[in-house]
């Protein structure tokens, strides 16, 4: 398999994954201090997805670190298969998630900043899906 920037077990992979486990937290953060989180499921929804996504990151930032001190690569088909459908459901559920949280807050309180986090999440964890489906294409 080929090194792209952002695979596993590299700096930029690493980067990628911590910075997509802070906007996510990010995210949460927004939205859980919000007066009108409990009332409004697709803020629920956005807590959730968000919430998925810093443990998905989290954990391919440990094994991302864990590969580097280690010097290993981590390139083998099954975990490659295993990153490239965790992150399209990763994504999937954090797009869904930003959109409808966007669209309500937009709707009903005319704001527009507390789901910029969101979607800088999904921007992330699509730029690794991408990398993931061209390093499992390439292998």
């Not at 201090?33 to 803020?43: D, E, G």
């Not at 864990?66 to 992150?87: C, E, M, Q, R, T």
Request: aromatic fraction near 16%.
């Amino acid at each position: 398999m080929k090194d792209f920037p952002g695979t596993p077990g590299t700096w930029t992979g690493l980067i990628l994954r911590i910075s997509q486990c802070m906007f996510a937290a990010g995210s949460i953060a927004s939205m859980a201090t919000t007066s009108s989180f409990f009332s409004v499921t697709a803020f629920c929804y956005l807590i959730a997805s968000m919430g998925l996504q810093v443990i998905w990151s989290f954990g391919l930032a440990f094994l991302d670190a864990y590969a580097l001190v280690k010097k290993k690569v981590i390139h083998n088909p099954v975990l490659v298969s295993l990153f490239v459908v965790g992150d399209w459901v990763t994504a999937t559920l954090s797009l869904a998630a930003a959109s409808a949280s966007a669209g309500i807050t937009v709707l009903y309180y005319s704001d527009f900043g507390d789901f910029a986090l969101a979607f800088l999440s999904w921007i992330m964890i699509a730029t690794s899906s991408l990398i993931m489906f061209w390093l499992l294409a390439a292998g």
